[in-house]
Every structure is written in structure tokens, then in C-alpha cells.
């Protein structure tokens, strides 16, 4: 069972409050919601950086980051060795980012949405294989940049 670290802004918590339910009533996954917890407004970088080191230490594990856009999520998160974080709206987007960019964490605008949107995006993400090959070769070399 792969665990999922949470992560939002006040923009994106209601909604990781929501896709949280849903998915904790209909999915076999281990969640862990590491904030923020409640409206006040915060900064995302300090949630995108918690949710993405948890992400790089723990083995059978993603990353779902909740902001505004989810533009400011994953700049942030894509700054933590180790860390491929993908900006996704639509389903081709979330499967090549596992397909092919072995992404292993998802950003996701919350604002203009909804849960029914949302819900089967991060499933999909769980659920789609790195294919590996030709493209592990691209991302060691993202990997080895710095
Ligand atoms: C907060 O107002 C907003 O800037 C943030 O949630 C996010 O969209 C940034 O990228």
C-alpha cells in the first residue's frame, strides 16, 4: 500500500480536506496529511519542502500538493534533490508524468475545481508505472544535476 503525503496552502486546504475523504473512504492508501490545518494564510514553500522530504526518505510513496494554481507548489518542490513534481490538469498530463518523468509528486490547483476533477487525477497518478527504459536514462540525468 503506498503511503501519500498531503500538502497545502490556505488556498488548497479545503480542497485536501475534501480529496482526503474521498480517498481515505475509497482507496487502500496510507495517507498522511502534513498541512497546513487550517484557512490562515501561509506560505506554500514550507509545505512543498515538508511534503517533498518525506517523499525522497520514504520508500512506496508520493507526494500531493494543493495550492492556489499549484504553480507555486511545484517550483517549490522541484527544488529537493530527488524530487520530480509534476503540474497536472488533465489525465494525459498525470500519466506521462508517471510514465514517462517517474514524477513522485503531483501539484494541483485547488481553486476553479472541484473534488470530482481532482480525486481521479491523484488516482490515476497512484496508479500509473514509471515505464522505465529510454526514460530512466532522463531522469538520472535530472536527477544528476546537482
Ligand atoms: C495564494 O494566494 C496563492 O498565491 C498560492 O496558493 C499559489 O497559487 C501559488 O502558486
Do not use: W
Request: aromatic share 8%.
Amino acid at each position: 500500500m503506498p503511503t501519500i503525503f498531503f500538502g497545502s496552502d490556505h488556498a488548497g486546504y479545503l480542497m485536501k480536506n475534501i480529496v482526503i475523504d474521498v480517498l481515505d473512504n475509497e482507496e487502500d492508501i496510507d495517507i498522511k496529511d502534513l498541512g497546513c490545518f487550517n484557512l490562515d494564510k501561509c506560505n506554500y514553500p514550507e509545505f512543498a519542502f515538508r511534503v517533498a522530504k518525506k517523499v525522497r526518505e520514504t520508500p512506496n510513496s508520493f507526494g500531493v500538493l494543493l495550492c492556489g494554481t499549484g504553480i507555486g507548489m511545484s517550483i517549490a518542490a522541484n527544488k529537493v534533490k530527488g524530487i520530480r513534481c509534476a503540474l497536472c490538469s488533465n489525465f494525459t498530463q498525470v500519466q506521462m508524468s508517471r510514465k514517462h518523468n517517474d514524477a513522485n509528486i503531483l501539484a494541483l490547483g485547488a481553486r476553479n475545481t472541484t473534488s470530482d476533477t481532482l480525486v481521479p487525477l491523484i488516482i490515476s497518478f497512484i496508479n500509473t508505472e514509471f515505464d522505465g527504459g529510454r526514460h530512466q536514462i532522463r531522469v538520472n540525468m535530472i536527477d544528476n544535476m546537482d
